[in-house]
């Protein structure tokens, strides 16, 4: 049966991240690979779109790498940047509890928001988290790719939603062997499908 992160076709980039981060090996017992796995210099041509983030507690959630075409977008360079400092106010809640649904049930994620840079542009931004354990077997780190949505592609997904101010417009999770959170755990839908949330 077809691992259903591989139905994820939003880029090169992320096909070749998901493809390698399924091939990694996991330890006993854990349906995460380790982050001591895996590097990102393997992923043939994909590290401009990759980026990697570590959990540092509910306020922290740190960009250990990111990729040039995150940097061009936001306007800065991202690396150890706190996203949730990066994070809308309004919005800022419900990504936290996002990232600690991936980790509390380790699955994978999807989250397409539009947001507005430092040069006040919006743009509309998929990106996808895969989950990495420490040493531990904690979900400490995620491994993700992003991607610009625009154009014919905006209109077919989301019809005349209004993206001139920062919101979420979807956001699913992927099960990866553990099952994925609940809705009443995260406030998201907890069957797989996408579906705009306001």
Same mark, same amino acid.
């Given at each position: 049966?077809? #691992?259903?992160?591989?139905? *994820?076709?939003?880029?090169?980039?992320? $096909?070749? *991240?998901?493809?390698?981060?399924? #091939?990694?090996? @996991? =330890? +006993?017992?854990?349906?995460?690979?380790?982050?001591? %796995?895996?590097?990102?210099?393997?992923? #043939?041509?994909?590290? /401009?779109?990759?980026?990697?983030?570590?959990?540092?507690?509910? %306020? +922290?959630?740190? !960009?250990? $790498?990111?990729?040039?075409?995150?940097?061009?977008?936001?306007?800065?360079?991202?690396?150890?940047?706190?996203?949730?400092?990066?994070?809308?106010?309004? *919005?800022?809640?419900?990504?936290?509890?996002?990232?600690?649904?991936?980790?509390?049930?380790?699955?994978?994620?999807?989250?397409?928001?539009?947001?507005? #840079?430092? +040069? %006040?542009?919006?743009?509309?931004?998929?990106?996808? $988290?895969?989950?990495?354990? %420490?040493?531990?077997?904690?979900? @400490?780190?995620? !491994?993700?790719?992003?991607? !610009?949505?625009?154009?014919? $592609?905006?209109?077919?997904?989301?019809?005349?939603?209004?993206?001139?101010?920062?919101?979420?417009?979807? @956001?699913?999770?992927?099960?990866?062997?553990?099952?994925?959170?609940?809705?009443?755990?995260?406030? +998201? /839908?907890?069957?797989?499908?996408?579906? =705009?949330?306001?």
């Amino acid at each position: 049966m077809k #691992n259903v992160l591989e139905t *994820l076709h939003h880029s090169k980039a992320t $096909q070749e *991240l998901i493809r390698f981060w399924l #091939n990694l090996p @996991r =330890p +006993a017992g854990s349906v995460c690979p380790k982050r001591s %796995d895996f590097s990102s210099a393997r992923i #043939n041509g994909s590290l /401009p779109e990759v980026f990697l983030s570590e959990w540092y507690g509910d %306020d +922290a959630l740190v !960009v250990v $790498q990111a990729g040039t075409i995150l940097d061009r977008l936001i306007g800065l360079d991202m690396t150890g940047k706190n996203i949730f400092d990066m994070t809308p106010a309004e *919005l800022v809640h419900d990504e936290r509890m996002y990232y600690k649904a991936l980790r509390e049930q380790p699955c994978a994620g999807l989250i397409t928001r539009s947001m507005i #840079n430092f +040069a %006040d542009k919006p743009f509309i931004y998929r990106t996808v $988290q895969l989950p990495l354990i %420490d040493p531990f077997h904690n979900v @400490r780190y995620f !491994v993700g790719t992003g991607f !610009v949505i625009e154009g014919e $592609q905006m209109e077919a997904e989301f019809g005349n939603i209004d993206f001139k101010k920062a919101r979420l417009a979807e @956001r699913r999770f992927f099960d990866i062997g553990a099952g994925v959170p609940t809705e009443k755990a995260t406030g +998201a /839908p907890d069957d797989g499908s996408a579906r =705009p949330n306001g």
